[in-house]
DNA sequence: TCAAAGCAAGTGTGATCACAAATCAAAAAT
DNA sequence: ATTTTTGATTTGTGATCACACTTGCTTTGA
């Protein structure tokens, strides 16, 4: 019986291959509809159909509607009461109720990471900086997506290190959540003269480099307030505005 | 014209008649399943299948499905490498996760709360109380699904009044992941002898009642401490009897 | 001229079917 | 006796269909 040399040669083998995954249809629905809505694709009180979502992803009704509902129960889409579903509007209520939890919740998730960061993960973070700033400085033209995804990388790759399996989908849901409204501040942003975004993410890693857990908090609350707190402005703004 | 006159007669009419409300099976299905894993009926580690639950709630698998799939991703159950879902093993991890978060967002909502309640909201809080406390001498035998609602009752009842549309749902999240672990608590609770539940719901609406917030928090923490850290000693003794 | 009724296109929901993957048990081979 | 293989059953996934409800427009009636 050969049965450790099979055994071996199956090892070796299974050294050179790559998992294959199974993600299913559903899966890639989601995760499509997830990166839209986090990248501010849709705007707020858009209405998104089944059918039309199918047709625009190639596929059936069947995956769509089961995405959909899971956007639904995060809150990430509103079901109304016709059972159409649209996207969320952006309320002044709703921006300081978003920009609560998230200082409440990931500032939590950073002070914990702060004390279990290990030298490692935080080289790697600070080597996200370096990219970043190399990035900004080659392309003076401001390329919105990349800035986002590398935000988004930088923030749970930081939040992935506090060891909490309940915390990071909340914070998932909170990204989905604020996505629309955070991409409908960058763009105002762009517009109205950049702010140096770089500073605040410079205070949060030297914060978690010296593992203070505070200053990382309180570092991590002025980042995230800053386009929070530019919306607000935009809308109050705005509604003054309406009353003339 | 009689136009005016119809309008009256359609008022009447809608007075008379109360709104028919339009559920459909999926959301009936969700409800039951949340009702039950709140509950305690489903045990940690037990598999369900989509078949499985249509044929015991007499619907297709349809429904069934995307209620399954709406509570995976709410993590109140979990898919399986295979395809398959489980309600969540409890672990040590988990279970202080589960309460850090807790803590956290709970406090932050009944602090919030604290402050926002109106009299007759606390009224209606501690009319609440009464009603256990007379139940609970009512029977000498524990109507365990009964206090289990009550409670459940009186803590959303006070977080509703923190004026947050974004804490609420996390709440109700964290209460559906923990739901199994509490259950096992609760029976766990039974055969140990009774603490006196009581005392932590009137320190609670004590501290309301003065619109204390900190005072709120501390106490709620104290109460919800409670089975988790029963269930943490019984598991860890469970353990330790494992080793030898 | 204007409001109400009627019609048609579109949309979500639930049921059913086909298919592939997983699981389990019995049979075969070592 | 243990392992492997084979085959039957179960299970999740995706597609399609039927039905009910909504919506927007046209037509009808006052």
Redesign the pocket.
Known sequence: ?Q?AA?ERNNETIAAQLTPVG?E?????VYSELRRALIGGLFEPNQ??????L?DALV?????V??A??RLITEKALE??P????RVPPITLERIDDLLRARSLIEGEAIALAATRMSPRQIASIEAMLGEWDEMRALKHKKDIDREATLNQSFHFEIYRCCGSAVLIPMIESLWLQSGPCIRVAIYAFSDAGEVDTAHYHRSIVAALAKQDAQAAREALVADISRPFAFLRDKLQSAATKDQT
Chains 1, 2 share one sequence.
């Not at 596929?59 to 995956?63: A, D, G, H, R």
Request: glycine share 6%.
């Open positions: 019986m049965k099979i199974r299913t249809v559903q899966d890639r209405v998104l159909t089944i059918r039309g199918a596929t059936s009704t069947m995956p509607r089961e959909l509902g079901a109304l016709n059972r159409s579903v």
